[in-house]
């Protein structure tokens, strides 16, 4: 009765929201005030020319974060996974092949940067009033960029080691630093962009300073010289561990430089020149940017009680949750829409004071651009609610709509249609479609919710315990199999036949437990590798994610083995276990045919696209495989004994294993 006792599901909705949201409000919106700031003291010190210079050059930042937090968020994976494994050698090579990889690509960049800023601003959409100004700002950045590359990837490993406190401290110390010294550089030094160039720089380097002092605190791991020997294999893993969050950072460039050059041309073709709606929107961005890290925030605290009472069929834990957060997330976006329709004059002149023209065009794209800013009130939240349930394609859908599929084509076609007009138009556009998406999904999803709630009472019990009986010498079993093979009923019976536990689904229950994650996330997500899915953790600033889990499972599966006698079905138990020599590793398979003919039968599954279905559950085990272990799933040498489960039979096959098990101990 673990599950009763968890807070999670029986303390009140409302008291739930505030312990857990709170913290993630509070930080989201820091780090969106944080660039908002800079942009007040440009936009009053400099002028909006000055702001539209910083947009500008502010993809090339994003560039260089994306890199960044690829080796950081990759290397911090890496170094939990090892450190589970119990492999601190591994670990360490991991940590300094990261940061070494970081400063590497830090220097190149810096280099590249300096080298080509020009040609890299036009691409970025820069003008020619902008120039000048983008010129010098990009300079200055530019050499500052190792120092932030480097300081935000140590920044990862820190919290991986085990003291996000520190972490945060060397982020907000920065922060406070920049928030100081840009209004003594611009103000009173009167250096201009470059002013609040020098103050981000140092900042920066100040944020570096601190993570690169860490370095020989690590709590978990010990770094000698010997461990800095570059080796292309661990890189390659440490990198491919962070590709997620470097494909989101690079979709969000990709979204800028097309949004900054169209602005451009359309804007040129109109009565307030190209450099108008350049500063204006990006700061109409970031002003929405809080409002979307409010409402972010509130949703991601939910996301525990949303995961936790679904996968314990509290189906109306989960609805309130819901009602609740949509309820609150509609307010505070219903708030918003009434401030960007009667005041933008005033939103702008927090930016600084400039003409008539500007105002206008300000006023215009506050209405314009963030009309249907109220459906972010659903749009969010949905696709955090359809994340914590386990449903992780419909929450990359929901979440990636927006920017990448509806929002860029939108900007293309409608402002060829309608020049800077189409452009803003863009926004409402998107937010609609994206709308009417996340609607539809949690219309339907909280259908599934009711009739759930009706016959949760008649779920029947799949699988019966087995009796808790060890053999004379301890022994553990591990067996993948591919879908459809039957090998998990095959594991049953092998249990049996030995009189030991079998462990497959009790995972799952119990990391639901410890994670507040439902037993459909977990079990969706924990074998199985899926590229979309991961990206969507990363557009929520990173959630619970495949990592975290494999980690927990590999210490679960640890445990067990350390105490009893058992069979453990799949999780890449073979590999997390091969250093232990009393493990016997079996691989079932069979020929199509028979798995289509079981998976249709037992499983219920469409006999037309059971085939295609197969390979792509059999895909996904591979690729989850290949990425946390390095080797390929069907390759038999992992393997003591490969069987194909239709040969003999199911019962024959577990019959042969038995004896060959039992020949084996009795012979230790």
């Known amino acids: 009765m673990e599950k009763e006792e968890n807070i999670l599901g029986y303390e009140k909705i409302g008291k739930l929201l505030r312990k857990f949201a709170i913290p993630s409000i509070i930080a989201l919106v820091v780090n969106s005030l944080y660039n908002i700031v800079d942009q007040i003291f440009i936009g009053w010190g400099v002028g909006y020319l000055g702001n539209g210079a910083t947009n500008v050059v502010f993809p090339l930042t994003m560039i260089c974060l994306a890199f960044a937090l690829m080796f950081g968020d990759g290397t911090s994976a890496y170094l939990s996974l090892k450190l589970g494994e119990n492999k601190k050698d591994e670990a360490k090579k991991g940590v300094a092949n990261g940061i070494l990889s970081s400063i590497i690509v830090a220097i190149i960049l810096c280099a590249l940067t300096l080298i080509f800023l ?309 926004g409402p556009f998107a937010d609609g479609l994206a709308f009417i998406i996340a609607s539809t999904l949690l219309i339907i999803e909280v259908k599934k919710l009711k009739k759930a709630e009706k016959i949760k009472r008649e779920k029947p019990l799949l699988e019966t315990p087995t009796p808790n009986v060890s053999t004379q010498k301890p022994i553990i079993i591990t067996l993948s199999r591919e879908y459809g093979s039957g090998g998990r009923y095959l594991g049953r019976l092998l249990a049996n036949k030995l009189g030991i536990n079998l462990y497959d689904k009790e995972f799952i229950t119990k990391m639901a437990e410890e994670t507040g994650l439902s037993e459909e996330y977990v079990e969706n997500n924990e074998q199985k590798r899926d590229v979309l899915a991961n990206l969507n953790n990363e557009y929520y600033y990173g959630l619970s994610n495949s990592d975290e889990l494999f980690i927990k499972e590999s210490e679960m599966i640890k445990d067990v083995a350390s105490k009893e006698s058992c069979v453990i079905v799949g999780r890449c138990a073979d590999f997390i276990l091969k250093d232990n020599n009393n493990v016997l590793k079996i691989f079932v398979y069979s020929d199509m045919q028979d798995k289509i003919n079981r998976a249709t039968k037992y499983y219920g599954m469409n006999e037309e696209n059971a085939e295609k279905e197969i390979n792509r559950i059999d895909k996904l085990r591979a690729n989850h495989y290949k990425y946390y272990t390095g080797n390929t799933w069907k390759d038999f040498s992992n393997y003591d004994i490969c069987i194909n489960s239709d040969a003999l039979g199911i019962e024959k096959s577990a019959d042969f294993i038995a004896n060959i098990i039992k020949e084996k101990i009795n012979n230790k």
Not at 267 to 292: D, R, Y
């Open 118 to 426: 020009p040609q890299l601003l036009n691409l970025f959409g820069c003008t020619d009033n902008l120039r000048e100004l983008a010129l010098g700002y990009g300079f200055v950045i530019a050499i500052g960029l190792p120092f932030m590359m480097i300081g935000t990837t140590l920044n990862s490993i820190i919290r991986a080691d085990g003291n996000p406190k520190y972490a945060m401290s060397s982020m907000v110390i920065g922060a406070i630093l920049n928030i100081i010294l840009d209004p003594i550089f611009i103000f009173v030094f009167h250096w201009g962009v470059e002013g609040a160039a020098f103050a981000t720089i140092i900042s920066q380097f100040v944020t570096f300073l601190m993570n690169v002092i860490y370095i020989k605190k690590f709590k978990t791991i010990k770094l000698s010289k010997q461990d800095f020997k570059l080796k292309l294999k661990i890189v390659s893993k440490v990198s491919m561990l962070g590709i997620s969050s470097f494909i989101t950072q690079m979709s969000i460039v990709l979204v800028m430089t097309f949004e900054n050059n169209l602005l451009g041309k359309y804007g040129a073709e109109s009565e307030f020149g190209a450099e108008i709606p350049i500063t204006v929107l990006g700061i109409v961005m970031k002003i929405s940017q809080i409002l979307n890290s409010i409402i972010i925030g509130i949703a991601a605290g939910a996301q525990p009680i949303l995961g936790y009472n679904y996968g314990a069929e509290k189906y109306d834990r989960v609805k309130q949750t819901l009602k609740r957060v949509l309820g609150i997330s509609v307010i505070i976006s219903t708030v918003a829409f009434i401030l960007f329709q009667t005041i933008p004059d005033k939103l702008i002149a927090i930016f600084g004071s400039e003409d008539g023209i500007y105002v206008e065009f300000a006023c215009l794209a506050f209405r314009t651009y963030l009309m249907l800013c109220i459906c972010n009130g659903i749009q969010i939240p949905a696709g955090i609610f359809f994340q914590a349930i386990g449903k992780g394609i419909k929450s990359a859908i929901i979440s990636l709509s927006r920017q990448i599929i509806f929002l860029i084509p939108a900007m293309v076609v409608l402002g060829y249609l309608f020049g800077i007009h189409g452009i803003l138009f863009a």
